[in-house]
């Protein structure tokens, strides 16, 4: 794979494996930084939003660090972003995890819990398109939600693998810890991000 | 669909791989980076690292240790051994686990989980039981320190409690198994299988891919070994091709 160059400004919000998204980008030849600065996350070319823990500690602290706005703006602006499991689930309406938190509102869908019919959490390897991807939840969305495209994995029937619109990309999965295909999957979102990017 | 997982496991002292017999008679078996990054290349789905070191400059080198593999493998890295506390864990986190293994210090402080998993998720936290037959009656109990100290508590019933204590996923080692390359104890993990929905991870006494295959049977939703690969040199992709040709869905890469 040969490496690609750019600058990654990875979301810290403090509620995160920030260590392993940081170490896939390093491996892609990126630049790395982390700040949770509401300025810099705005001027970035490209962010990462990540997030593990709750729906309600994550919203906690994108606000109180005057994030929420800027990520919002991001996507709606389609600067590129990248959000990661919990920092998918951000961007949605609302989550059955945190009754009565709003989340940032920029997906139109509500974040439900997998049945008990599955092993919940849900860790390890799931298949999505022609490969497999690392997941590590037990919150999800079921359906894709008008507006974007996307792509389904089947855990107690269909849930939201990936979403994706303009520079947006935004996944249930963790590619930073989905072997050489998640290293592919960031290395596409760069590159096509960078081209692609109005900002 | 959700697939099975095989997950080497690499015993850490003072920065170095060793391998031994019921965590006795430890020899050098290597760098822990270069044996991560070939794991990954033979298609490990995970890696466990144990800390097993005494003293306080080995948990250091651990850190350490957990940082160096975090820069080169692509995987989820799961941490454990000597985790004392809600700081330490979150050190070895910052450091790049994926998630941390509580053991002896859940039995002497069940708060300890709760506490850590408000702060990271419970998808970080992994509860370690150490299992073995009681001596005098039916069943099985926790024990820790190396097995050295028999808890009297019931290993089924702590595996049940284990999710409303904070933990996300039960690492269940038979103290019995660990070893003896005989396989593992499929009884304990019927047993434990039937108490809880939290993923659980099979530990102590694999010996082949039947040993695995029986262990997934039994409702394990991960294997993890040892010898099997660090003596026999076999790999995750040569387990996974004999378990998915009976049936197991797993990850072919």
Redesign the interface.
């Known amino acids: 794979m040969t490496n690609t160059s750019a600058q990654i400004t990875i979301v810290d919000t403090g ?1 995160a ?1 920030t ?2 998204v940081s ?2 980008f ?2 892609l030849g990126c630049s790395v930084s982390l700040t949770n600065d509401p300025d810099l996350v705005r001027d970035a070319p490209l962010a990462v939003l990540p997030g ?3 729906f309600a ?1 994550g919203m906690r602290a994108l606000r109180s660090h005057a994030l929420a706005e800027v990520v919002i703006e991001r996507v709606q602006k389609n600067c590129p972003l990248l959000g990661i499991c ?1 920092g998918l689930q951000l961007l949605c309406v609302s989550s059955e995890e945190s009754p009565g938190i709003d989340g940032l509102g920029v997906i139109n869908a509500d974040v439900t819990r997998f049945p ?1 019919s ?10 999505v398109d022609d490969g ?1 991807a ?5 919150y999800r969305i079921a359906l894709i939600p008008p507006g974007w495209s996307g792509q389904l994995s ?2 107690g029937g269909p849930f939201v693998a990936y979403l994706r619109r303009g520079t947006t990309l935004a996944c249930q999965f ?1 590619p ?5 295909w ?2 592919n999957l960031l290395k596409k979102w760069i590159e096509t991000a960078k081209e692609a990017s109005p900002c | 669909m959700l697939t099975r997982r095989i997950i080497p496991c690499l015993d850490i002292e003072n920065g170095r791989v060793v391998k031994g017999i019921k965590f006795a008679n430890m020899r050098d078996a290597g760098d822990p980076v270069e044996q991560a990054i070939k794991y990954e290349l033979d298609g490990a789905d995970e890696l466990v690292m144990l800390d097993i070191s005494a003293t306080v400059r080995g948990r250091a080198t651990a850190l350490e240790i957990v940082h160096a593999v975090r820069c080169v493998l692509p995987i989820p890295l799961s941490v454990g051994g000597g985790v004392r506390s809600v700081e330490h864990a979150i050190d070895l986190l910052h450091a790049g686990a994926d998630k941390v293994g509580i053991n002896s210090a859940a039995v002497d402080n069940p708060g300890l989980l709760r506490e850590l998993a408000d702060q990271v998720g419970a998808q970080c936290v992994v509860l370690s039981i150490d299992a073995a037959r009681r001596t005098n009656a039916i069943g099985w109990e926790v024990v820790t320190r190396a097995g050295t100290n028999r808890t009297g508590i019931d290993a089924i019933e702590w595996a049940r409690d284990a999710e409303s204590m904070g933990a996300g996923e039960i690492l269940l080692t038979s103290f019995d198994q660990d070893g003896t390359r005989s396989g593992y104890d499929t009884a304990l993990l019927k047993e434990v299988r039937s108490v809880t929905t939290l993923p659980v991870i099979a530990s102590g006494g694999a010996d082949s891919a039947q040993h695995m295959f029986d262990a997934l049977e039994a409702g394990a939703d991960a294997v993890l070994a040892a010898s099997i690969f660090h003596d026999q040199g076999t790999t995750p992709n040569q387990l996974k091709a004999q378990l998915a040709q009976r049936g197991i869905e797993v990850r072919q890469s």
Do not use: F
Not at chain 1, 118 to 127: A, F
């Open positions: 509620v494996n260590a392993s170490a896939s390093k491996r593990v823990g709750s500690s919990l008990t599955v092993r919940t959490p849900q860790h390890g390897w799931n298949r497999y690392y997941y590590s939840n037990a089947e855990h963790h930073e810890l989905s072997g050489a998640g290293a």
